[in-house]
């Protein structure tokens, strides 16, 4: 018998997002549908909130080995979207090396709109095997925030860097206009972490990563992160150096001046990094700013990447706390 219904016209695990701003001058979604493995939720929300927020999920809480995830996020002119997961994006095992998960997404920021993907992290497990895709493309003065990072699997369960292969790219384009037709390439940033040892006497990866069980990479882009991009700029450049130890005694240290709100948070983040051997660094990329880090698990780098974006609060102000919650 035939369904009276017409076919669908999306495939699976295909999405889409587009958020636009209404006549209030808030930010409303237009359209937003999903197909399995994918999933999406955008809870109800007062009309004083700063941004659209929009959940990312999966159903049975991962992917499993072969499931594809094409999404596809357009922020229209001068509307703000806020991205967020509920957890660790699980990767489970694949059958052999040959099935690979693939999720890609790719999102389209209009003159004036911002977007904020401050997600939990990616958790592939034991033999998995995964493909991230990330391209942005952003029109003149358009914003992006983008935290993306990944973990060494279930240590409870011993895993420790014991995936096949994990590959993530992410790229930001700056869209052409009419002075410059052509689009540009800002950052291409790849990440491939690969079992698979070229010759033998190359480190494993789990030996490679120097007992780092989380890595990660925070982009930020346009004039909404202009002062959270010169935060991290400043508060690299203020990390101590070689040579610059401080050897006066604890009590010569605090007869000293004293100490403003700002050195007093930088001292006690700096004492954090330090226990939880948490390095990191931050570069401007084609005005872009690239941050990297790497913390011990990831509770540390939670607390962490959290520590510096509640310190600074562009992301609270322009998006809302709901932004934050996968990084508190």
């Known amino acids: 018998m035939d369904s009276p219904f017409p076919r669908s016209?999306?495939?699976?695990?295909?999405?889409?997002?587009?958020?636009?701003?209404?006549?209030?001058?808030?930010?409303?979604?237009?359209?937003?549908?999903?197909?399995?493995?994918?999933?999406?939720?955008?809870?109800?929300?007062?009309?004083?909130?700063?941004?659209?927020?929009?959940?990312?999920?999966?159903?049975?809480?991962?992917?499993?080995?072969?499931?594809i995830v094409n999404l596809s996020v357009d922020v229209q002119t001068g509307a703000k979207l806020a991205l967020v997961t509920q957890g660790h994006t699980k990767i489970f095992k694949s059958a052999t090396p040959d099935v690979v998960t693939r999720q890609t997404m790719r999102v389209q920021i209009a003159a004036d709109a911002a977007l904020c993907l401050l997600p939990d992290p990616v958790q592939p497990f034991a033999s998995s095997v995964y493909e991230q895709v990330q391209i942005f493309r952003l029109a003149r003065n358009a914003s992006l925030c983008l935290l993306d990072w990944v973990t060494q699997g279930r240590t409870a369960r011993g895993e420790n860097w014991s995936f096949v292969r994990w590959l993530g790219r992410n790229e930001v384009w700056a869209l052409g206009d009419a002075s410059t037709e052509r689009d540009r390439l800002l950052v291409r940033d790849s990440v491939i972490l690969d079992n698979n040892r070229a010759h033998p006497q190359l480190p494993s990866l789990r030996e490679s990563m120097h007992s780092v069980g989380v890595i990660g990479t925070l982009l930020l882009r346009g004039p909404l992160m202009k002062s959270l991009g010169e935060f991290f700029l400043g508060e690299f450049a203020a990390l101590p150096r070689l040579g610059a130890r401080d050897f006066r005694s604890d009590d010569a240290k605090a007869a000293a001046a004293p100490l403003s709100p700002r050195e007093k948070w930088r001292a006690e983040r700096l004492r954090m990094e330090r226990e939880n051997k948490l390095l990191w660094s931050a570069a401007n990329v084609r005005g872009c700013v690239v941050v990297k880090f790497g913390a011990l698990d990831v509770e540390a780098g939670r607390s962490w990447v959290g520590s510096m974006l509640l310190e600074e609060g562009s992301v609270s102000r322009h998006f809302g706390d709901h932004s934050l919650m996968c990084v508190r």
């Open 9 to 67: 016209s999306s495939a699976a695990g295909e999405g889409r997002i587009v958020i636009r701003l209404l006549p209030e001058g808030i930010s409303g979604l237009q359209a937003l549908s999903y197909q399995y493995p994918l999933k999406l939720v955008s809870p109800t929300r007062p009309s004083e909130t700063k941004s659209v927020l929009v959940f990312l999920l999966s159903f049975g809480g991962g992917l499993v080995g072969g499931d």
